[in-house]
């Protein structure tokens, strides 16, 4: 993990307040102007990780758009950064931030609830070491 963070940092964009729950469901619009809704899980952060939580709720065919809106939104807010570096290293990273707060989400919720996220903790521990395992050709 700290050679992740080193080069997470390496990418030059900057710690802000993260959404933490950026999918569709959490977008509303009218036709107009979006809105984002939703804030339970904001915290200050690295905003890799808003622009890699909608991967998970579209088809693979469809996520370069808004990967592609999200870079293009950091290059303009932080001229000198490589925000499409960061989406490639940051999905260990992601992944261990989304057991944390499934595992906070768990704490705080009532025993007859548990049931349906008890897994989500450990299913994202794996999902981290997948992710981080170095890919072969």
Wanted: proline content about 8%.
């Amino acid at each position: 993990m700290p050679a992740l963070v080193a080069e997470l940092d390496a990418c030059g964009l900057p710690e802000t307040v993260v959404h933490g729950d950026f999918h569709t469901g959490n977008w509303r619009s009218d036709g107009g102007a979006a809105v984002v809704l939703d804030f339970a899980d904001a915290h200050v952060g690295h905003p890799v990780l808003d622009g890699l939580r909608a991967r998970m709720f579209m088809p693979e065919a469809a996520w370069h758009l808004p990967a592609d809106a999200w870079i293009d939104a950091w290059h303009e807010h932080a001229p000198g950064s490589d925000p499409a570096r960061a989406l490639e290293l940051a999905e260990p990273y992601e992944h261990l931030s989304y057991a944390v707060r499934y595992q906070e989400f768990l704490d705080g919720i009532e025993p007859s609830e548990r049931v349906y996220h008890e897994g989500d903790p450990a299913a994202e521990l794996r999902e981290a070491l997948r992710a981080a395992r170095p890919r072969t050709a």
